[in-house]
């Protein structure tokens, strides 16, 4: 079984939060941009250029969020999520160097705002990211091992 990290950005700017849609023939979700932390980098680091990547925009990591851990039979990911602060840039979802990756869609979703589809993750965006984030986060929030579900 391979092992992962990955480490994601939570960006709110103006009160909502920056989702992206990820979509291929494989699977079809929603999730805050971030991906798969390189050898020689910080997880905050991580977090940064994977949204620089992903969207254009720049980001500061600065506070852990959330532990996230998943898995399927050929994968276990340990996801580690972050409270990002916007600093620049315009969303131009067209440069990301990821081969495969398929982000076709963002979109700022409000703390009143429908979720955009079933699959939206991490799973505290559906019903308690709003509390924590007016909450501070003063620790880290550690989610069951679940099994990845796209």
């Known amino acids: ?3 992962r990290i990955s480490a994601g950005a939570l960006i709110v700017a103006d009160n909502r939060l920056l989702l992206l849609r990820h979509l291929s023939p494989r699977y079809d979700f929603w999730a805050p941009p971030g991906g798969g932390v390189e050898v020689n980098e910080t997880l905050e680091v991580a977090a940064e250029r994977e949204t620089l990547e992903e969207t254009g925009l720049t980001v500061k990591a600065r506070q852990l969020a959330y532990i996230d851990e998943v ?4 994968i276990r ?3 580690m999520w972050f409270v990002a602060d ?3 840039g315009t969303i131009d979802l067209g440069h990301n ?3 495969g990756e398929s982000i076709v ?3 700022w979703l409000g703390p009143d ?3 955009p589809g079933r699959l939206v993750f991490p799973a505290p965006l559906h019903d308690r990211f709003w509390s924590d984030l007016a909450a501070g986060f003063a620790n880290p929030i550690r989610m069951p091992l679940q ?4």
């Not at 099994?147 to 796209?150: D, E, F, L, M, V």
């Open 1 to 3: 079984m391979e092992h």
């Open 71 to 74: 898995w399927n039979p050929t």
């Open 77 to 79: 990911t340990l996801k």
């Open 86 to 88: 916007l600093l620049a």
């Open 97 to 99: 160097p990821a081969p």
């Open 105 to 107: 869609e963002a979109l």
């Open 113 to 115: 705002d429908p979720m």
């Open 147 to 150: 099994r990845q579900q796209a």
